[in-house]
């Protein structure tokens, strides 16, 4: 097969739209910086908390509607064991993140004025935990990087014909440049031309693959067995604990990343904020839709009569890539191209994401506020643009271990819902939290999940939770083990930040073992976020000068 020139030359305008967009911003973005007066970083990484209704949903709802959720759901639809009971229940699942997200993280987060997720932790625990959790949610968003990436690669080598690694390379250098020169303006906006393509083009594919000739009218195959398993599914009545696990997993374990908060954050109000989640929930939704029908449609194909021969994709161990075989041989060739570019969109929106992302934890976090707090606006501003080439370069470097990388992938979700999820509740709605509770709450939730096993890593579990049984030589948990490990992980933090509070403030240890400072925090202190924006520090300075406690954000409070 040769390369398809159309197809290249269409991927190049695409590119250089994207690119276009994301220089432009970066020019507004200095506009605005110069109006406004703010700093660099806020710019950079919040927008100076300013963005739009309509920017904030076209940003939030792409960056959840990656190149992964596209060819994942298609793929999901097609697999006769998952089907569209495990699709529809994982869409919602990730609509309600949205939900769930508004109503408990929004205005807490808004009230502290914070920059990053981890600003809590800086305030209430110091930099030597925060520095670890930081740590972990920057590897959380370099493992994202090449698990998105690898969707478009694997798509644009079936389409185009192109190499695999020269794909996501020129992907991920588009992304990074744009990133780079214009902070969260130039991510927003070029969300906004991304998500309106991904909407346009699979929207436009749907159709032709649904009117193909070779393929039998879905609604017939749905539940019976033709040409393809049921492509309802067939979910076990065993399996219905491991399919709530699931749900809450997707549905919570997306609030550990730092990239839904910097969305939050970066929106002109609160009320603008919990507006783009409930708007991002439901358009999350609609564009569930077109690849479920995409899924459906190669689950109802008869693929002897198709250019790609018998046998089928599923039976070939292609059922990863369904997505881009049926724009290839199920479309013609310009709609599949299009198709490409709205993979190649949803990639993108992604990636830049996580970039921003990590920029923003390893600046704000690490570097401002542990390794030089003196550091100069200018200086910050170039530690962003150094954290996103690097975290760019290492995400993408890491393609090369491909099926590795999504051992990476499951591993760093995993952390997220059972270890930074349930610490960053307790840290923003439990005054008793303290230090010594967050590391043993890490500790309790990291080994229960480890002692747990998983056949997809390989592990054998060494707990066995009722419902586990041996099957074709392999021991399988049936009962909701990530559920149980994040709420063992709750449970552990409040229980030994209690203790060490009881320990501490009864001086039945002395003072002088208190790291974490638990007697310390009973005593509430006034303590205020680091990094906040220009209109908070004013307030702090006329609240100082006045004595007056209406003229100050609302501060956190540490008592136990």
């Not at 300013?50 to 939030?60: A, C, D, E, R």
């Not at 968003?141 to 079936?158: C, I, K, N």
């Not at 003072?511 to 908070?536: C, M, N, R």
Request: aromatic fraction near 10%; charge should be neutral; proline fraction near 5%.
């Amino acid at each position: 097969m040769a390369v398809n020139i159309p197809g290249v030359i269409s991927m190049v305008f695409f590119y250089l739209l994207v690119l276009g967009t994301g220089i432009w911003a970066s020019f507004k973005s200095k506009r605005e910086q110069k109006k406004s007066a703010a700093t660099g970083m806020d710019m950079a990484l919040l927008g100076n908390r300013s963005i739009s209704l309509v920017v904030g949903i076209f940003t939030m709802t792409a960056s959840w509607v990656g190149g992964a959720f596209i060819v994942g759901t298609a793929e999901m639809v097609y697999t006769p064991s998952m089907g569209l009971t495990s699709a529809i229940m994982m869409v919602i699942a990730n609509s309600s993140t949205f939900i769930i997200g508004a109503f408990v993280f929004v205005k807490p987060m808004r009230e502290r004025n914070c920059v990053t997720m981890l600003d809590p932790f800086h305030i209430k625990y110091g930099k030597g935990l925060t520095a670890g959790l930081s740590l972990a949610s920057l590897c959380l968003d370099v493992v994202w990087v090449p698990g998105t990436l690898m969707g478009l690669g694997g798509s644009m080598s079936v389409v185009l014909d192109l190499s695999f690694t020269v794909c996501i390379w020129i992907s991920a250098a588009i992304a990074i440049i744009y990133t780079l020169l214009g902070g969260l303006y130039s991510v927003a906006y070029t969300d906004v031309i991304q998500l309106a393509l991904i909407f346009i083009s699979m929207w436009l594919c749907v159709p032709f693959v649904l009117m193909n000739p070779h393929s039998l009218d879905i609604s017939q195959t749905l539940t019976n067995n033709t040409l393809h398993a049921p492509w309802i599914g067939a979910p076990e009545l065993k399996r219905t604990w491991i399919m709530i696990d699931d749900f809450l997993f997707f549905g919570l374990g997306s609030l550990g990343y730092q990239w839904f908060h910097q969305r939050t954050l970066s929106s002109s109000s609160t009320a603008t904020a919990k507006l783009s989640c409930y708007a991002a929930a439901f358009l999350f939704f609609v564009f569930g839709i077109p690849p479920i029908l995409l899924g459906a449609a190669a689950a109802s194909t008869d693929w002897n009569l198709t250019t790609y021969g018998s046998p089928s994709p599923y039976e070939r161990g292609e059922a990863a890539l369904v997505l881009p075989i049926v724009l290839q041989h199920l479309t013609p060739s310009f709609i599949a191209v299009i198709g490409i570019g709205c993979v190649a969109a949803a990639v993108m929106s992604s990636v830049d994401s996580a970039l921003l992302s990590a920029a923003s934890v390893f600046t704000s976090n690490i570097y401002k506020n542990i390794l030089r707090p003196q550091a100069s606006d200018r200086e910050i501003q170039w530690v962003i643009r150094c954290s996103v080439v690097v975290v760019g370069l290492a995400g993408t470097s890491l393609i090369n271990l491909k099926n590795s990388i999504l051992l990476f992938w499951f591993i760093g979700a995993e952390i997220a819902y059972v270890v930074i999820f349930p610490q960053l509740i307790c840290v923003l709605y439990f005054n008793i939290s303290n230090g010594y509770g967050s590391i043993m709450g890490l500790l309790v939730g990291f080994l229960l999940r480890l002692l747990s096993g998983d056949p997809v890593l390989g592990l054998a579990p060494v707990i066995h939770f009722p419902g586990c049984t041996l099957e074709d030589g392999v021991y399988v948990q049936h009962s909701p083990v990530k559920t149980i490990s994040m709420l063992s992980t709750t449970a552990a933090i409040l229980l030994f930040s209690y203790l060490a509070s009881v320990l501490f403030n009864k001086d039945l240890l002395p003072e002088k073992w208190d790291v974490f400072k638990a007697k310390a925090q009973h005593s509430p202190q006034p303590l205020t976020p680091i990094g906040g924006t220009t209109e908070h520090n004013k307030n702090e300075n006329l609240n100082e000068n006045n004595s007056q406690a209406e003229a100050s954000e609302p501060m956190i409070s540490t008592s136990c």
